[in-house]
């Protein structure tokens, strides 16, 4: 669907622009949305509102959750540090010999 579709199918479901804007807002914060035009499409035709997610207490300023109470999810890691897959690595065991591999 296009922006446009999109749009006239929330309005006709009654909704508004803030509603739009907080989809939006919804899924930029969140993470683990890997297709985000996906996720507002099928929010939009399920007639779904979400809340943008909220930073968490100074406690966990990495963290976010979704509304209070509510489960936490994890911040988004970082790079992958592949010196601990070399051997003498804490996970050198993953790979097993490299050098088997090139003969």
């Not at 579709?5 to 907080?22: C, I, K, S």
């Not at 100074?58 to 070399?86: H, N, Q, V, Y």
Request: hydrophobic share 40%; proline share 11%.
């Amino acid at each position: 669907m296009t922006p446009q579709q999109l749009t006239r199918l929330a309005f006709e479901q009654g909704r508004n622009l803030a509603y739009l804007e907080r989809l939006v807002a919804y899924i930029e914060s969140n993470p683990r949305f890997h297709s985000p035009v996906a996720v507002l499409t099928a929010l939009i035709k399920a007639n779904a509102d979400r809340q943008p997610l909220v930073a968490s207490p100074a406690s966990t300023p990495a963290r976010l959750t979704a509304r209070p109470g509510s489960a936490w999810l994890p911040a988004r890691p970082g790079p992958i540090d592949f010196s601990k897959f070399e051997p003498g690595g804490k996970y050198a065991y993953l790979v097993g010999n490299v050098s088997q591999l090139n003969s």
